[in-house]
């Protein structure tokens, strides 16, 4: 789950770099945020047909970005979202309601 506002809250920090740049390091990836920008992409695809083609768009999409980290040698660690943890229960909770 995302934090609420973080990206309005980073802007004033936030400037346009080179992929490059990070070049030999380690960059953490949501892969459910790339899946799910890859999967708007052929949704249809995938609600009708999802042995097609066409509906394995979200994974090109992903594997694209996945491969332009690689290019640039910076070492993608991708990140699939867990189970609920206790702490994070009353966060939770209220995003519920």
């Not at 509906?55 to 992903?62: G, I, N, Q």
């Not at 040698?73 to 206790?86: E, L």
Request: charged content about 20%; glycine content about 4%.
């Amino acid at each position: 789950m995302s934090i609420q506002n973080l990206l309005r809250f980073l802007k004033p920090f936030i400037e346009p770099v080179h992929i490059k740049k990070y070049s030999g390091k380690r960059v953490g990836i949501d892969a459910c945020s790339w899946l799910h920008k890859g999967a708007y992409s052929c949704s249809m695809e995938l609600c009708l047909n999802s042995r097609t083609v066409a509906a394995k768009r979200h994974l090109k999409y992903f594997m694209h970005h996945i491969n332009l980290l690689r290019h640039y040698s910076v070492i993608p660690v991708v990140v699939f979202d867990g189970c609920s943890i206790p702490c994070k229960s009353a966060t939770e909770h209220e995003r519920h309601r």
